[in-house]
Each structure stands twice: as structure tokens, then as C-alpha cells.
């Protein structure tokens, strides 16, 4: 038996991988990519051809993932840079009452485990970030990066 959740709002390619326990609503995944176990991934979202997005990741609102990138477990991606429950009047927010805040990750990227993507950045082309790390600024392209502020390793 098989448990997934894809709305009738997601756009498939062809020959995408779905594994169990995966919650998909408003993206679109373009083709061969195989999204693992436990992974949501919310309206909005764009996740290119030939991607691999391991277990327990979590891809927001906002999020463009180009083609032939590799997302490791459990890694988040956040659109909001001052996150709130509630609105100064102690309403509950609503959609109206901020803004997403994009992230591009390029083609040939690759993200290691436990990685946190905060919202505003860009991962250059063939790109390599180290498990673990917190990306909080632009990666350049062809880089090695990691830790908590991400910084440059090397040069690929």
C-alpha cells in the first residue's frame, strides 16, 4: 500500500519517482526526478528534470530548483525571513499578511544533509554545500561550501 498525498494541482513530468509518505500540492516536478519518503513539497515550487530529493526534506513556497540537483536528507528551505503566527492585534496571519521571499538553487547543484536554505539566495551552478551547513548568502557557482554561516572552502 502506498501513502501519498499529490493534489490534482501538481504538474508531473514523465518517468517521475514517488516514494511513500510524500505530501506534494501546487509544484511541478519535471522529469526522472525522484522525490524519497516523507517529503512535502508546496505550491508554487519548481523542481527541474533528473533532481533526486532525498528523505525528510522540505521544499517551500517560492523555491526553484533547476536541473541535475541533489537535495540530501532532511533539508529545509525557509521563504519568510521574520516569520509570525500572528499580525501586532494578535490575529492569526494569513497569506495577505506577507510576502515569500524566493530562492533559486541552480543546475548541478548539490545539497548536503541537514542543510538549512534560509530564503533570498541563490545556489550557483555545480555548487556542493557540506552536511549540516545554514546558507544565509549567495553560493557562487563551482564552490565548496559548509558550516554554520556557510562559508567558501574552495574552488571546484
Request: include cysteine; glycine fraction near 10%.
Amino acid at each position: 500500500m502506498s501513502f501519498q498525498k499529490i493534489a490534482p494541482d501538481v504538474k508531473l513530468g514523465k518517468d517521475v519517482k514517488v516514494y511513500d509518505f510524500v505530501n506534494l500540492y501546487g509544484c511541478t516536478i519535471g522529469d526522472r526526478t525522484k522525490i524519497g519518503t516523507f517529503v512535502e513539497i508546496q505550491k508554487g515550487a519548481k523542481i527541474g528534470a533528473d533532481c533526486k530529493v532525498s528523505s525528510h526534506t522540505f521544499i517551500c513556497e517560492g523555491v526553484t530548483i533547476e536541473d541535475g540537483v541533489f537535495v540530501g536528507h532532511n533539508v529545509s528551505f525557509i521563504n519568510d525571513k521574520y516569520p509570525r503566527s500572528t499580525n501586532p492585534n494578535g490575529a492569526m496571519q494569513t497569506e495577505a499578511d506577507w510576502a515569500v521571499v524566493p530562492t533559486l538553487v541552480k543546475k548541478g547543484a548539490s545539497i548536503g544533509t541537514t542543510t538549512t536554505v534560509l530564503c533570498g539566495v541563490t545556489i550557483g551552478e555545480n555548487a556542493i554545500i557540506g552536511a549540516g551547513s545554514v546558507i544565509t548568502k549567495d553560493v557562487p557557482p563551482n564552490t565548496v561550501v559548509a558550516g554554520v554561516p556557510a562559508r567558501v572552502i574552495r574552488k571546484l
